[in-house]
Each structure stands twice: as structure tokens, then as C-alpha cells.
């Protein structure tokens, strides 16, 4: 018999923007929940920051707090590059915001505390044990639960207890990062710059921040083995020799979130279930909000004192997330192949509202039915124009 150190009714293995949304929900409720993380916070996290109107909107649910707190700039607008060539730009339109993950996720991490949420940090899970409802930490104490969320991450040792493995290596994306301490040349830097054709399945992005840049590159990770040159190549074209600080890499979900979400009362939330849309890049706003669901599902199921619930309950619950990436999986054959890329390269220059379209699916004010047929109408009127440009040419026509 396991005579554990402790006993809650749920763990939350994981401090991220998912675990911390699902400790805040719980012990809002007055739910014995306890959050362990292997780290330290507030502690460095690899990620670009940006933080859409869907975040906003979510966070503000979530944790009832004052947006200004969570974020360190905005942009109203978006730069389009091919390689480093500009393609288009979009001004005074709709907002993105952008974060450092140390200061975030130690912001939301406080809410959650302030609701009641125990938190033992510095003690990373070791091993699970779903049968017996038994966490193993690194300090060599056991935990026992109720309901358990696995927030631990695209690498989760949650999920690969209960389902064999954290993620499809086929399907997964690689990305590789680094902060870049701004420069006089830099203050120009003022809006987010997205790049196309650095990375097969994928692209580059310069994101703002009040003191640095971040930078980086990703794709699917089976199209792209030589990733490291290709961001090197990219770094030097954009920035030139100037002095770069250490790169990072780590693997994000790429649209194949998991169709089980978890198994008996262990639920997976954020990255570990799979959460990250491939056409935005929107990462921490499922998280929080599949984290705050989870924790929901939880309370249904005691409430109803059936602890099969959760997993059900959970499920009907997150089908706003999946059908949203249903729809981006979708979509995202019309933008990441090559031949759908060159495409939309030289529509991009012809078009103003492509883009403003793009920032409206990432302000949550349109759907990606409508997203989609925008997309077909601009390639479809770019395609004509272009049939009748050389139908005139061949007849001498200006």
C-alpha cells in the first residue's frame, strides 16, 4: 500500500499558460488542487510572445485580471516578407500584443496562487502511475489525486504514461529561437514581421518587444532536416554579422491535436494534448482556454460524484478548440505547399486585404469558412488577372 506525502483532489503537473488556468478555475471552486513544475518561476521559456485578441479574450475569462499586466507591447499591424523582400504591410489595424514567457506565465502562475492553488516548483513529475493514482516527484515525494491535468508540454511525460508517446515525430514542427537585444538600426522595428519561404511547411517571424527582437523559424520537422543552416541563412540576410545571442530549439504541435484527450481521470491540456493552430501560430490562447475546460470538466464530474465524466465532459467541452483546428489543418494545404506558396507570394503584393483578413482571424472576428473563401476569391481573381495579362500580351494587347 502507497502511503503518499500528500493527497489532493487534482494535480496539475505543468506551470504554462494551461496549468495555470486550470489550477486558477479549480481552486477558484474551492477544489483542493496542487501544481508542480520542475522549474523555478519566474524561469526562461523558449517562445515568440505573441499574444492575440483571442488571448485577450480568453485571459480576461479565464482570470478575471487586468489585461495590461500580461503583456509588454503592441502592434497594430503586420509586415509580410518573402525571404527578406517585403511583400506587403498592414498599419493601424488590428491589435497584436506581445509577452515575454518568463514574465507571463510567472503572471498567471500568481493568479492561480491567489485563488489558493498549492504550488510545489522545483520538483518535476518523474513517473505516473494512472492506476494507482500515484505521481512520483524528483525529491523522491509521492503525490496521490483525484483527476489529474497534464499541462507538462509538447514533450509530456503525462502523456506518453498513458498513451505510449508525447507526439508523432511525422507531424510535429521544430522551431528554433533566439532573443535579440535591440539595436539604434532596430527602432524601426515597430510592427511584427512574418516571412515566407525561410522554411519548407512553415516560416520566420521577428517578433517586438519593448527591449529585444525575437527570432525565429519554424516547420514541420520531417521537410526541413537541414533547419539549422536555414536559420543561420535567414539571421544573416536580416540582420547581417552582428553579434546574435544563443539559439534555442524546441518541437510545437503542428495542427494533429490528440483525438483522445486523456485516459480514465488524467486530462491533457495545452501543447500536450496537441493544442497549437499551424496557420496562426496560436498556442497560449488554447492553452488557457483548454486548461480552464479541463478544469470545468473536473468540477462536472464532482458534482455528479462520476469520475468518468471528466474525460467525457472534457471532450464535448474543447470541441470549439479542435473544430478550430479542423478548419486550420484544412486551410493549411492552401498555404504552406509549395506551390500554394509561391501563389500566395505574388498575390500577396497585389492585395491589401489578404492581410487584413489574416489579422482578423487572429482578432477572433472571423471564421475560417470566411477566412477560406477569402483566400479562393484572392487566388482565383489574382489567377484571372494573370490569364488575361498573357492572353493580351500574346495578342499585343498593352
Known sequence: MIMPD?????????????????????????????????????REKLCGGLLTRR?????????????????????????IFAGTRLLTQVEDYSELFFTHRRDFDDHLLGLARSRGAVTRLGDGLVSLDPAARVCRLRSGATLTYEYLIAADGVNSLVARAIQGRAFDPAR????????????????????????????????????????????GIGGLQLKNPALKARFANFLAARFGDRPLGRIKGHHIPFGEY???????SVLLVGDAAG?????????????????????LAILDALRA??????????????????KVLDHANRLRYLIFPKT?????????????????????????????????RHLL????????????ARVRGGHGGP
Open 275 to 295: 493544442f497549437v493552430e499551424p496557420i496562426t501560430g496560436e498556442g497560449i490562447a488554447f492553452a488557457m482556454q483548454s486548461g480552464h475546460l479541463a478544469a
Open 377 to 388: 476569391r484572392t487566388a482565383l481573381r489574382w489567377g484571372a488577372r494573370r490569364a488575361l
Open 6 to 42: 500528500r493527497h489532493h483532489t487534482a494535480i496539475v503537473v505543468g506551470g504554462g499558460p494551461a496549468g495555470s488556468a486550470a489550477a486558477y478555475t479549480l481552486a477558484q471552486q474551492g477544489v483542493d488542487v496542487a501544481l508542480i513544475d520542475k522549474a523555478v518561476f519566474p
Open 258 to 264: 490528440r483525438k483522445t484527450l486523456g485516459a480514465g
Open 340 to 372: 500554394a506558396e509561391a501563389l500566395l507570394v505574388k498575390a500577396l503584393p497585389l492585395t491589401s486585404s489578404l492581410p487584413r483578413r489574416h489579422l482578423d482571424l487572429m482578432a477572433d472576428a472571423i471564421s475560417y469558412d470566411d477566412y477560406t
Open 305 to 322: 460524484g462520476d469520475p468518468g465524466l471528466a474525460l467525457r465532459a472534457y471532450h464535448a467541452r474543447s470541441r470549439p478548440i479542435t
Open 172 to 215: 510535429v514542427a521544430f522551431a528554433l529561437e533566439l532573443e535579440l537585444e535591440r539595436t539604434p538600426s532596430d527602432r524601426d522595428v515597430t510592427l511584427p514581421e512574418i516571412h515566407f519561404g525561410v522554411v519548407d511547411w512553415g516560416y520566420g517571424w521577428v517578433f517586438p518587444k519593448r527591449e529585444t527582437l525575437t527570432v
Open 55 to 79: 488571448s485577450q479574450t480568453i485571459f480576461t475569462e479565464v482570470f478575471q485580471a487586468d489585461w495590461v499586466h500580461a503583456h509588454e507591447y503592441r502592434a497594430h499591424g503586420v509586415r
